[in-house]
């Protein structure tokens, strides 16, 4: 049994096809996902799935990438993040990447989501993109530790990988660990303890090989599972349930 720990099945390519995607997940033993929202606008849209479907869960979140919204502010997400279906807060976090110059307005976005887990009590999913030492940072300014969560979609070194564990994070591996150029994230897949380890696809972006090219989706998140079972010289069987039980550990989720 796997569980997609981070899509975005509410994104208008996986949207209009729900029920054959939850079909192909029940046919690669993927039992459980979980939807990822990335703005306020569309929370509701988010939620909704997730109180339509028993193996579908959400979380309430605005990425750090969207620029010019009215800023989210503690109280509010954790008000919105007050539902049995909502397990999380996120995504948010930093990204250096796509957005340049005074990216002040970001950092505080970080830390309202970072109060918000705090006053829900429920976890974080962080993105992080060429901001890893401010991050981190923020992490420790704001206690994140208290409430802990997963740093999604890792592409980062060991060395954040365990600073982040060393706060409670969980360290999860989408398609891109199955991407033959991606040398020093198969290091990191290797080298983690199974119990700290989420898998996902972030769907419908970074299919994994051999759908690398396709639009992603939650069945795929099997192949994720299968590159680290090589990697690592274990069963996939054994991946499937560490991950499973790192899910429902990590997000108190029935």
């Given at each position: 049994m796997f569980i997609d720990s981070h899509c975005h099945l509410d994104f208008p390519d996986l949207a209009s096809n729900l029920n054959e995607l939850l079909s192909r997940m029940r046919d690669n033993n993927v039992s459980h996902a979980l939807c990822v929202s990335v703005n306020l606008e569309d929370f509701p849209r988010v939620l909704g799935l997730a109180e339509a479907h028993t193996n579908l869960f959400a979380s309430v979140g605005?990425?750090?990438?969207?620029?010019n919204l009215a800023e989210p502010q503690a109280e509010q997400l954790a008000s919105l993040a007050d539902h049995p279906k909502i397990i999380a807060i996120g995504e948010t976090g930093l990204d250096y990447f796509r957005l340049k110059g005074d990216l002040e307005w970001q950092r505080e976005r970080f830390r309202q989501h970072i109060r918000a887990a705090r006053q829900s009590g429920k976890p974080l999913i962080i993105h992080t993109r060429e901001a890893a030492a401010d991050t981190l940072r923020i992490m420790r300014e704001e206690g994140a530790d208290s409430v802990g969560g997963v740093m999604h979609c890792f592409t980062e070194s060991w060395d954040v990988a365990q600073r982040a564990m060393e706060m409670n994070f969980y360290i999860s591996f989408s398609g891109i660990v199955t991407f033959k150029n991606a040398v020093a994230l198969k290091d990191v897949a290797k080298r983690i303890k199974l119990d700290r380890m989420l898998i996902e696809t972030d769907s419908p972006y970074l299919a994994p090989v051999p759908h690398r090219g396709k639009t992603n989706e939650p069945a795929f998140v099997r192949n994720v599972a299968e590159e680290?079972?090589?990697?690592?010289?274990?069963?996939v069987e054994e991946v499937g349930r560490a991950t499973t039980d790192n899910f429902f550990n990590l997000f108190k989720a029935a």
């Amino acid at each position: 049994m796997f569980i997609d720990s981070h899509c975005h099945l509410d994104f208008p390519d996986l949207a209009s096809n729900l029920n054959e995607l939850l079909s192909r997940m029940r046919d690669n033993n993927v039992s459980h996902a979980l939807c990822v929202s990335v703005n306020l606008e569309d929370f509701p849209r988010v939620l909704g799935l997730a109180e339509a479907h028993t193996n579908l869960f959400a979380s309430v979140g605005v990425h750090p990438d969207y620029e010019n919204l009215a800023e989210p502010q503690a109280e509010q997400l954790a008000s919105l993040a007050d539902h049995p279906k909502i397990i999380a807060i996120g995504e948010t976090g930093l990204d250096y990447f796509r957005l340049k110059g005074d990216l002040e307005w970001q950092r505080e976005r970080f830390r309202q989501h970072i109060r918000a887990a705090r006053q829900s009590g429920k976890p974080l999913i962080i993105h992080t993109r060429e901001a890893a030492a401010d991050t981190l940072r923020i992490m420790r300014e704001e206690g994140a530790d208290s409430v802990g969560g997963v740093m999604h979609c890792f592409t980062e070194s060991w060395d954040v990988a365990q600073r982040a564990m060393e706060m409670n994070f969980y360290i999860s591996f989408s398609g891109i660990v199955t991407f033959k150029n991606a040398v020093a994230l198969k290091d990191v897949a290797k080298r983690i303890k199974l119990d700290r380890m989420l898998i996902e696809t972030d769907s419908p972006y970074l299919a994994p090989v051999p759908h690398r090219g396709k639009t992603n989706e939650p069945a795929f998140v099997r192949n994720v599972a299968e590159e680290i079972a090589v990697l690592r010289g274990i069963s996939v069987e054994e991946v499937g349930r560490a991950t499973t039980d790192n899910f429902f550990n990590l997000f108190k989720a029935a």
